[in-house]
Structure formats: structure tokens, C-alpha cells
């Protein structure tokens, strides 16, 4: 079979088939041939026509069928992939194809993947009602900080933050990315110490406040650090998935331990990042909700980080819209944020979501707690419609915040 052969226009999906939509940027060749191309080497055949091939296997090749505006929309026969295996289909539809030669930008822009495949992976155990029901919030969004200095911080003094955090009116307190078991806070001492302060604050402020553990680590000790947290009275936990990977992934959730799962995607701009060439986010959104994750990072179009609003609620329509009766994800928006951006977050997202903030929390004047104060003081604002300015008036808190952060 030639490149061209694995193009049919006319050919109509079958309700089994995975169906991917890819921008393509041909060098050297027609967008056709391009797009045959990327059928074939992402399926079953390969650069030169010489290959014979049994009928059988002929029936199972890709076929793009719809090119238009340098998008190709391919759709994969189901036989061509392993049930519950998400590595598998990755290095199928997102694996060689990006490196061909004649082909100079191509990007996986977005996916379908059938019920029958679909029903193969667990899916989220908890997702955006079981995550409301555990922090007992119905309906506003929930607020949430990353300890900051991201790492560096002794234990206690790591347990200290968080405690301010939670008392000033945050729900939920996360490591950063980058933390796991470093010498200068190692894992099992921080669960306990920050759990022990989780308590303390929950009692003090009457709300129910998490600690989103960094558990990110080799596998197996990255399930044995999970089951610690479950063992400790933790609810939840998050991980790096790109760099952990899918099968790292899919072990953690296929464990169905207690626990929320957040979904951080340091690293994720490396190939979402440039509009002509790699994979987008929302590809990995939903790949992520199939897998079975409760939370993952969007991107929140206001703060210090790069995606566009159009993105975002992409990101977001993947996290929350109806998938084969999936349970709804919660987006998380993070990066750069504080108190002054709570109106325009609450516009674009609504009320299903995480708002997350570390330098806008721990950079405040009168430190952690009131940061947390200023972000609680401008949710409550926003929620009722007030604007933060007059709602600064009688909060002291928010008033230094928006006077620091303009
Ligand atoms: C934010 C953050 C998050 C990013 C991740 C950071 O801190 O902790 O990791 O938001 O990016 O390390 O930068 P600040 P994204 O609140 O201090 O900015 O949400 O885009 O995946
Ligand atoms: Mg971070």
C-alpha cells in the first residue's frame, strides 16, 4: 500500500473506529499524500510499497477521511489497539509520525476514542461531586495553594505554611511539582506533620481542609507512598503524569486506592505549547479523565502561564462535557493568580473549578494566612457580585492585596 491508499473520502466512521484530528504542514509533498502518510505510519504500514501484506492486516490500516484547511481527521479500526492500554494507543496515533521528514509541523489537535474503548479504563473514581462531597462545598469554587518556596522548606516549617494556609481559608494545600522526598523534607515526616496541622486547622475553622501529597516516584514507591497517605487519614494525592507516564498512571488508579487524584503537567509545553506541532492539551485532558484522574490543570488564561481562553475552555469542555458517563473532571487553574483575578477566573470558568495560587498567597505583606484571607475575601466578592474594590473596603486583607498586585 502506498501513502495514498490510506486516504478515502468517502469512507464513513464506524461507531468503533478512534478518530483523531491532526494539523498537518506537508514538505515536499500533497497534503494528500501527507495525510495517507500519517494513516499509514501510525497504523499498520510504513515508508515503501514493496511491503506485501496479507489482506487481513490491509483491512485493519487507518484511512483519512476529511482534509480540509491542513486538518485531517483519521480514523482507526478498534482492532488496531489493546483494550485498557494507554500507552499503547499513544505510540499508535502520537508516536513516529512526528518526526517524518516530509512532514515539516503536524499536530494531534484532538480525539475520539469509541465507548467499547473507553469502558476498558477505570475512569475517575471521584471526579468534580465526589471531590465537592469530601470538602463539603457544594457550590463555590475551591480554593487551594502551593507550598511556597516551592522547595527548601524544613518539614515543620513546611507543616507551618500549610497550617496558615488552611486557617486563613484555603481548602486545599499541595506540594509543588518538584517536591517528593528530598533530605531536607522527607515524605513520610511531611505526611504526618502537615496531616497533624490539617487536623488542627479543621478544628479551628470548623471547615474540612486536604493536603494534595506529592507522591510522584518510581512506581512501586509511588504506590507504596499513595497507600501511606490513605493509611495516615490523607484524602488526597497528586502526580507529575508526564513525567511518571501513562503506565504509571494507569497502575496508580487500577489500585483504586482511597484517594482523590490530581493531576499535575509539568513538562506539558514541551509539546502543547506551539500551535503547529505536537499534541494539544485537551487531547490530554481527556486521555487523563479516562484513565481515571479527578483533577487536572487547565491552564487559566488571566495568570503568569501562556494558553489562550479559547484553550482553556476547550481544556475544560474535555474535563466536564458528557463522555459516555464518565464522571465530570474538575479543571484546575493555576499559575500566577491572585485575589485581582478572582472576577475574570470566575467569569471564564464558572463555579466547577480549583483556584490555585502560591506566590499570590505567600507573596502577600502580612504573609500566608491573610493571603489566603485576601483570595477567600475576593471569592466571597465575586460569588455575590460585589466588586472587589468595594468588597476591599471592609477587608483589610484583600485591600493589600490589590494594592501589591495591581
Ligand atoms: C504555580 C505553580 C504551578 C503552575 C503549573 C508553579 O505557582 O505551582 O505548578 O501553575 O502550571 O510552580 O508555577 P504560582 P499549569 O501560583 O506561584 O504561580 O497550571 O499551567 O500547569
Ligand atoms: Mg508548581
Known amino acids: 500500500m502506498r501513502y495514498i491508499d490510506f486516504v478515502n473520502l468517502n469512507y464513513e466512521p464506524k461507531e468503533d473506529d478512534v478518530i483523531c484530528d491532526f494539523r498537518i504542514e506537508p514538505l515536499g509533498i500533497s497534503m494528500k499524500e501527507a495525510a495517507g502518510g500519517i494513516a499509514a505510519e501510525s497504523s499498520i504500514g510504513t515508508w515503501t510499497e514493496l511491503l506485501t501484506m496479507q489482506s487481513y492486516v490491509e483491512d485493519l490500516h487507518a484511512t483519512a477521511f476529511t482534509i480540509k484547511n491542513g486538518l485531517a481527521k483519521i480514523a482507526y479500526p478498534i482492532e488496531l489497539f489493546e483494550d485498557g492500554n494507554m500507552p499503547n494507543i ?3 496515533v502520537a508516536g513516529n509520525v512526528f518526526g517524518l521528514k516530509a512532514i515539516k509541523n503536524l499536530r494531534l489537535e484532538d ?3 469509541p465507548k467499547r474503548l473507553v469502558k476498558t479504563f477505570k475512569g475517575p473514581k471521584y471526579g468534580i461531586a465526589g471531590i465537592r ?14 507550598i511556597k518556596p516551592k522547595l527548601g522548606l524544613k518539614t515543620q516549617d513546611h507543616a507551618n505554611v500549610a497550617y496558615n494556609a488552611w486557617v486563613g481559608g484555603c481548602d486545599i494545600v499541595k506540594d509543588d511539582e518538584n517536591l517528593s522526598s528530598q533530605t ?5 515526616d511531611r505526611v504526618v506533620k502537615t496531616l497533624d496541622v490539617r487536623d488542627r486547622a479543621e478544628d479551628q475553622t470548623g471547615e474540612k481542609k486536604v493536603y494534595m501529597v506529592n507522591v510522584t516516584a518510581e512506581t512501586e514507591e509511588m ?4 497507600a501511606f497517605v490513605e493509611e495516615q487519614g490523607g484524602e ?3 502526580v507529575d503524569i508526564l513525567t511518571c507516564g501513562w503506565s504509571a498512571l494507569q497502575t496508580l488508579r487500577d489500585h483504586d486506592l482511597n484517594l482523590v487524584v490530581h493531576a499535575h503537567r509539568a513538562g506539558h509545553a514541551a509539546f502543547t505549547k506551539n500551535p503547529k506541532h505536537g499534541i494539544a492539551m ?3 485532558a481527556k486521555l487523563v479523565r479516562i484513565v481515571g484522574l479527578d483533577q487536572v490543570h487547565v491552564g487559566a488564561v488571566v495568570g503568569k502561564m501562556s494558553e489562550k481562553k479559547s484553550e482553556v475552555l476547550e481544556n475544560c469542555d474535555a474535563l466536564r462535557n458528557e463522555m459516555y458517563g464518565l464522571k465530570p473532571v ?3 487553574a493555576s499559575g500566577g493568580l491572585h485575589p485581582g483575578l478572582i472576577p475574570s477566573l470566575v467569569e471564564i470558568f464558572g463555579k466547577d473549578f480549583v483556584i490555585q495560587a502560591g506566590g499570590g498567597i505567600h507573596g502577600h505583606r502580612y504573609g500566608t494566612a491573610s493571603g489566603a484571607r485576601a483570595m477567600r475575601q475576593a471569592l466571597e466578592a465575586a460569588m455575590s457580585n460585589v466588586s472587589l474594590k468595594e468588597y476591599s473596603r471592609s477587608h483589610v486583607e484583600l485591600a493589600a492585596a490589590l494594592k501589591l498586585w495591581k
Open 330 to 332: 474538575l479543571p484546575v
Open 111 to 113: 480525539i475520539h476514542l
Open 236 to 238: 488526597y494525592v497528586m
Open 184 to 188: 531536607f523534607n522527607p515524605f513520610e
Open 223 to 226: 504506590l507504596r507512598r499513595a
Open 133 to 146: 462531597e469530601i470538602l463539603r462545598v457544594p457550590e463555590r469554587p475551591l480554593l487551594g495553594t502551593i
Open 90 to 92: 499513544l505510540s499508535s
Open 282 to 284: 485537551r487531547v490530554i
